[in-house]
């Protein structure tokens, strides 16, 4: 009686291991898709981008295209999520934004800034430089490559949906050129934005703002070959100030690490 008894017992604790080995792997396998989930720290984003470009006086330059592109890496501030599905970061990357401006415009109604070239070279000081191509055709771009620092809040509300809010400072070089001349400046930018992404694949919209007193890089060139450096005390400035708002496509990349 007492032998039925025991096997009884032990045919009875049987299932109740096999249940508590199943939790366990259950368990175990919730925590690797969350690993794989917050693994992704990679974000890089190919956006198409509006322009607000203006002078020192407040003189808009109409833009005809706009881009931007971005890489960004974050660095969690915490290993284990807030509420299991928050967690805040420090980011930084390269950033680089791109305008193409609309030059198609009457040179005699135009009273915008020194630099802007319209349908004439920028610069005409009835000098014949016998130049192969008309300059003039450049027309006029602007292009700013920085380098992005600053904070972001992910949280994973369900599955692997990401939602992401982000501040940076961009501490950016900035060039402008438009035809024969070619202005260069520090540009720091400022910008925030927000993402909603499904695995590997997002969409996203950002604004940013800068300003930038640039100087004339070919015509302190041109003065030097000429030898005419020690005339030249300094260069000119102009203020220009850019504001976008970036529409994008992000893309996530990022693994687990091997333990």
């Given at each position: 009686?007492?032998?039925?008894?025991?096997?009884?017992?032990?045919?009875?604790?049987?299932?109740?291991?096999?249940?508590?080995?199943?939790d366990?792997e259950?368990?175990t396998?919730?925590?690797?898709?969350?690993?794989?989930?917050?693994?992704?720290?990679?974000?890089?984003?190919?956006?198409?981008?509006?322009?607000?470009?203006?002078?020192a006086?407040?003189?808009?330059?109409?833009?005809?295209?706009?881009?931007?592109?971005?890489?960004?890496?974050?660095?969690?501030?915490?290993?284990?999520?807030?509420?299991?599905?928050?967690?805040?970061?420090?980011?930084?990357?390269?950033?680089?934004?791109?305008?193409?401006?609309?030059?198609?415009?009457?040179?005699?109604?135009?009273?915008?800034?020194?630099?802007?070239?319209?349908?004439?070279?920028?610069?005409?000081?009835?000098?014949?430089?016998?130049?192969?191509?008309?300059?003039?055709?450049?027309?006029?771009?602007?292009?700013?490559?920085?380098?992005?620092?600053?904070?972001?809040?992910?949280?994973?509300p369900?599955?692997?949906?990401?939602?992401?809010?982000?501040?940076?400072?961009?501490?950016?070089?900035?060039?402008?050129?438009?035809?024969?001349?070619?202005?260069?400046?520090?540009?720091?930018?400022?910008?925030?934005g927000?993402?909603?992404?499904?695995?590997?694949?997002?969409?996203?919209?950002?604004?940013?703002?800068?300003?930038?007193?640039?100087?004339?890089?070919?015509?302190k060139?041109?003065?030097?070959?000429?030898?005419?450096?020690?005339?030249?005390?300094?260069?000119?400035?102009?203020?220009?100030?850019?504001?976008?708002?970036?529409?994008?496509?992000?893309?996530?990349?990022?693994?687990?690490?091997?333990?």
């Open positions: 009686m007492f032998t039925e008894l025991l096997i009884c017992a032990m045919t009875l604790g049987v299932p109740a291991q096999q249940d508590t080995d199943q366990i259950t368990s396998f919730s925590e690797r898709i969350d690993e794989s989930f917050w693994a992704k720290r990679k974000t890089l984003r190919l956006g198409y981008e509006t322009y607000t470009f203006q002078n006086s407040g003189m808009e330059l109409p833009v005809k295209f706009g881009a931007g592109i971005s890489n960004i890496n974050n660095v969690w501030l915490h290993k284990k999520p807030v509420a299991g599905m928050m967690k805040f970061a420090f980011d930084h990357g390269i950033s680089a934004n791109y305008g193409m401006f609309d030059t198609a415009i009457d040179d005699k109604d135009y009273t915008g800034p020194s630099g802007y070239i319209g349908n004439a070279p920028a610069t005409d000081d009835g000098n014949d430089l016998d130049m192969p191509f008309d300059l003039s055709k450049i027309g006029m771009h602007h292009l700013s490559v920085g380098y992005a620092l600053g904070v972001s809040l992910t949280v994973n369900v599955a692997k949906l990401r939602l992401n809010g982000y501040f940076h400072f961009v501490p950016s070089c900035a060039a402008v050129l438009s035809g024969s001349t070619l202005s260069i400046g520090f540009m720091p930018y400022c910008r925030y927000a993402e909603v992404s499904y695995g590997r694949v997002g969409v996203g919209i950002e604004w940013g703002s800068g300003v930038s007193s640039m100087s004339d890089l070919m015509t060139l041109m003065a030097i070959a000429d030898d005419e450096a020690q005339s030249v005390t300094s260069t000119p400035k102009t203020k220009y100030y850019s504001n976008y708002m970036n529409i994008y496509l992000a893309l996530k990349f990022g693994k687990n690490k091997r333990k």
